[in-house]
């Protein structure tokens, strides 16, 4: 893999000279994008030596790459970086970099192991079973749709769903989108039932009806909900 490039090179070309001890005959050239090395010497001995001491870098140093359960955001953007951010924010990071080396590539939307590959092994598995858990995605809503979803706190709708689809429901105001984080059936299922709240589906009707004032909605909604809850038994 072309990662491991840099760590032969070494800090200042360390590494290649280390490689070349006692084998001063000998010239070695990397290729940082194919991944390719060309070791060429007078001296079979000595070639031999540098092919043995690359490749002791290259067992320890083994590449596996994991692509996240991510789809792209409700508003075109790569939610990757925002998976990445979880993962790096969740207990499992510390087993995994107890064990090797963790990078990612945005781009490709992959978490990046390197070590040995008995310890990728390990890693590979804590993070499979991280995104296995944590499948993200996106939708975007109207700031009128943000507060129908929001209002009534511990008991919103929001909060309703989110318990009904055992997934992590959270919100973003100034993104206007509603971020859904959980095993991936759950958390398609949970946004098909919140397009469903705001919008109609099968069997469910949506009528919006707008307030001229604050006073109006507070007469129709009641003390303590009253009247709300009246109107939702009608």
Do not use: W
């Amino acid at each position: 893999d072309p990662l491991v490039i840099p760590v032969l090179i070494g800090k200042g070309g360390q590494g290649i000279q280390k490689l070349q001890e006692g084998a001063t005959s000998v010239v070695v050239e990397f290729s940082k994008e194919s991944g390719e090395i060309s070791i060429c010497g007078l001296e079979k001995n000595e070639v031999d030596k540098v092919v043995a001491a690359v490749e002791t870098v290259r067992k320890e140093n083994q590449v596996h790459r994991i692509r996240l359960a991510c789809d792209d955001s409700a508003d075109g953007t790569n939610s990757f970086p925002a998976q990445f951010r979880s993962f790096l924010r969740s207990p499992e990071l510390k087993e995994v970099q107890d064990l090797v080396i963790m990078a990612s590539d945005d781009d490709l939307k992959q978490i990046v192991l390197r070590g040995k590959q008995e310890n990728i092994d390990q890693a590979s598995k804590i993070v499979q079973r991280f995104v296995a858990r944590n499948y993200l995605e996106e939708l975007c809503i109207t700031e009128e749709d943000m507060t129908a979803l929001l209002t009534g706190g511990k008991e919103s709708k929001i909060v309703e769903i989110a318990e009904a689809k055992e997934v992590n429901l959270r919100s973003d105001r100034e993104r206007k989108v509603i971020i859904a984080r959980g095993k991936k059936e759950k958390v398609i299922s949970a946004l098909a039932t919140i397009r469903e709240f705001l919008y109609g589906g099968t069997d469910v009707i949506v009528r919006k009806v707008a307030f001229e004032s604050n006073d109006l909605k507070g007469i129709v909604i009641g003390r303590g909900g009253k009247t709300k809850a009246a109107l939702q038994v009608k």
